[in-house]
């Protein structure tokens, strides 16, 4: 019981953004850069990639080029921009090529049926939309692309929704975390505090659609009543 709550600390650990960008810096610039996007691309485009930092990794990237410590917001703009874009683009491609077969696959250590179901459940609803929407919602982020290339969206309607999901989460995320670093002074010292705020955040959209989903079905079933 020990050695596994050991475990669980030192993952825990390993998927702190913090951590995986002092980790990185120490290596250089360029290699901070190129490990960052490898995160990224991972976390967009590949299914064993949906339990990697994604919004709170953006957000502390941007605080960290901030403070000035040889990380450039501007390249980080660029290049994560491109690996989400790609990450995405290789999503569809799988989703594309495997097709219905990938929802008859069995849970397995890192694979959950129940994760592209929630991706499905949000294509359904929102249909090519869901590739913007589902970029500010962790687990979905990773799963909707590969929904989509199931579904045989059009490549050309899916790299619209892609660009521009990738556009408005990437800028939006690290921009937050450059401008939060320029005016409030010492932030980078309760990173921990920024990272948690937002994984709340990040939780809102499901929470919001969750209610909304229960109130709708109330309304049905109140009209049901009276129509009886």
């Known amino acids: ?4 709550i ?7 650990e390993l998927l702190n953004p913090k951590h995986i960008i002092e980790f990185l810096t120490t290596k250089g610039a360029v290699f ?6 490898l995160i990224v691309f991972a976390e967009t485009g590949l299914a064993v990639g949906f339990f990697l930092p994604g919004d709170s990794l953006l957000v502390v990237a941007g ?3 901030a403070k000035a410590n040889g990380l450039n917001v501007a390249i980080l703009l660029v ?9 995405d683009a290789l999503g569809y491609y799988s989703g594309l090529k495997v097709g219905p077969r990938i929802f008859t696959r069995q849970k397995s250590l890192l694979f959950r049926p129940s994760h592209l179901q929630k991706a499905q459940g949000f294509y359904e609803k929102y249909g090519g939309k869901t590739i913007i ?3 500010f919602v962790p687990v979905v982020r990773t799963f909707a692309p590969i929904v989509a290339g199931a579904a045989q969206m059009p490549y050309r309607r899916f790299v619209v929704y892609n660009v521009v999901g990738g556009f408005l989460w990437v800028f939006s995320m690290i921009l937050t975390g450059y401008f939060l670093g320029s005016l409030i002074p010492n932030l980078d010292q309760h990173i921990e505090w920024v990272v948690i705020v937002v994984v709340a955040l990040s939780l809102l959209p ?8 229960r109130r709708e079905k109330r309304r049905a079933a109140s009209v049901g009543d009276v129509q009886v």
């Not at 019981?1 to 596994?4: G, K, V």
């Not at 290049?79 to 990450?87: H, I, N, Q, R, S």
């Not at 499901?206 to 989903?213: D, F, H, N, R």
């Open 1 to 4: 019981m020990e050695s596994l």
């Open 6 to 12: 050991e475990l669980l600390h030192n993952l825990k």
């Open 32 to 37: 901070t850069y190129i490990g960052l996007a």
């Open 63 to 65: 605080l960290f080029a």
């Open 79 to 87: 290049l994560l921009f491109v690996a989400a874009v790609v990450g």
């Open 133 to 135: 929407i589902a970029r």
């Open 206 to 213: 499901p929470v919001i659609e969750y209610l909304k989903s």
